[in-house]
């Protein structure tokens, strides 16, 4: 069974200051893995795609990396903002399967 | 294409009740997807159609829950006899099923059984 866990719960950091975001999966037979964003009482908006013959994807200040064989993916935001702060969710999509298994997520705040 | 929509975005109702959920996906999506989320968690996932038939359903759908998609467009998301553990948030995603295969989601309705 793919189990998903992001580390840590919760973050916060100052304003400006670059921060990695970490996920780690138990099973490496991955299809792919997607980095979320929620704001409180939202729904998820997709920041990134990394397919599981890649090894990194870029949006503007965001960085999501993938390394398989040890189970683990990260994801960089660069001069980080205020508006930056929501949780952020890594989800996984296990090979020959349909659906995504997510972690629990983690919980960003930006002080100005 | 405005993304994927769901309505209501808010439902309270009372234990016993039947309530149903509207997911309207994101247009030539053929496959759509419901997750449940409670508070602190990230979503789990319930079942999900590839145009109108359901291929998979999660042990976390029991029989007091009912998903279709008629004709492959939309789909509904009906709980009957609802619980006071069945609050949570109930999202919608959709993709083409095929290629890169992005999973996109809607806003979410918020459930509360009282």
């Known amino acids: 069974k793919q189990e998903v866990t992001q580390i840590p719960a919760a973050l916060s950091v100052p304003e400006g200051e670059n921060l990695v975001l970490n996920c780690s999966f138990t099973?490496?037979?991955?299809?792919?893995l997607q980095w979320f964003r929620q704001d409180p009482g939202k729904g998820l908006t997709s920041l990134l795609l990394i397919q599981s013959s890649q090894r990194e994807q870029t949006s503007g200040r965001l960085n999501a990396s993938l390394d398989k064989s040890s189970g683990r993916s990260t994801l960089y935001i660069a001069a980080s903002q205020p508006g930056d702060s929501a949780t952020y969710l890594c989800?996984?999509?296990?090979?020959?399967?349909?659906?995504?298994?997510f972690g629990q997520g983690t919980r960003l705040t930006i002080n100005p | 294409d405005t993304g994927v929509s769901q309505d209501p975005r808010h439902k309270i109702t009372k234990r016993g009740q039947n309530v149903t959920f509207r997911c309207d996906p994101i247009s030539e999506h053929n496959r759509l997807y419901w997750y449940r989320q409670t508070l602190g968690q990230g979503p789990e996932f319930l079942t999900y159609f590839q145009n109108e038939a359901q291929l998979e359903k999660s042990r976390l759908l029991s029989d007091r829950f009912s998903a279709e998609r008629p004709k492959g467009s939309f789909s509904t998301l009906e709980i009957q006899r609802t619980e006071q553990g069945d609050s949570a948030m109930y999202l919608c995603?959709?993709?083409?099923?095929?290629?890169?295969?992005?999973?996109?989601f809607g806003p979410g309705t918020r459930l509360t059984v009282l």
């Open positions: 099973d490496s037979a991955i299809y792919n």
């Open positions: 989800a996984v999509r296990i090979q020959g399967a349909q659906k995504l298994v």
């Open positions: 995603a959709s993709t083409y099923g095929f290629g890169v295969d992005e999973q996109f």
